[in-house]
T-cell receptor, first 115, second 120 residues
């Protein structure tokens, strides 16, 4: 079945440093890759997503890259701030008419930004 | 409503009991999803609806779990003969529509705050 692996499971950085979280997916038909941020006790919230027709997308301090050949995508956070501390989940899905739209999530990365 | 609403926020029950969890999606969202999240894990897909019909129920763990969405809006997740292993946060999400169109924002899933189920 479909599977998404995520690394690392925990990541500690100093404020101002960059953080990188990596995911690989097994279903080669996947074409939609969102990233969710979940603070303790809160709901997951979408922070950025990318579709398979582009290789990179950026939104201020956050960027996502996609390598379809390697079935690999990554989240990059620059100039980290304490408020970036949370659990981050990657996900993948097939996202086109007639096919299932379920998101398959990775196991999460606990990011701690030390002031 | 303005967001995805889930009730109850917390449910404590005894092993063997029946529970219902309710989800009220964002108004106008035709797709609705149920996920289960155990402590320290990512959300695990259970079922999703397009309108009133279950488009994919492949994630339901066994026949004790059932979900309905009779009028294409509110959905209820039903768990019979609860077991301790059912304890988790049950998340509901909705999105504007199912298929990938020109509008890149159409398929974004918006999650509710979840229902925390504890089976003693």
């Amino acid at each position: 079945g479909e599977n998404v692996e995520q690394h690392p499971s925990t990541l500690s950085v100093q404020e101002g440093d960059s953080a990188v979280i990596k995911c690989t997916y097994s279903d080669s038909a996947s074409n939609y890759f969102p990233w969710y941020k979940q603070e303790l006790g809160k709901r997951p919230q979408l922070i950025i997503d990318i579709r398979s027709n582009v290789g990179e997308k950026k939104d201020q301090r956050i960027a996502v890259t996609l390598n379809k050949t390697a079935k690999h995508f990554s989240l990059h956070i620059t100039e980290t701030q304490p408020e970036d501390s949370a659990v981050y989940f990657c996900a993948a899905s097939r996202d086109y008419g007639g096919a299932t739209n379920k998101l398959i999530f990775g196991t999460g990365t606990l990011l701690a930004v030390q002031p | 409503g303005a967001g995805v609403s889930q009730t109850p926020s917390n449910k404590v029950t005894e092993k063997g009991k029946y529970v219902e969890l309710r989800c009220d999606p964002i108004s106008g969202h035709t797709a609705l999803y149920w996920y289960r999240q155990s402590l320290g894990q990512g959300p695990e897909f259970l079922i999703y609806f397009q309108g009133t019909g279950a488009a994919d129920d492949s994630g339901l763990p066994n026949d004790r779990f059932f979900a309905v969405r009779p009028e294409g809006s509110v959905s209820t997740l039903k768990i019979q003969r609860t077991e301790r292993g059912d304890s988790a946060v049950y998340l509901c999400a909705s999105s504007l529509r199912f298929s990938w169109g020109a509008d890149s924002g159409a398929n974004v899933l918006t999650f509710g705050a979840g229902s925390r189920l504890t089976v003693l």
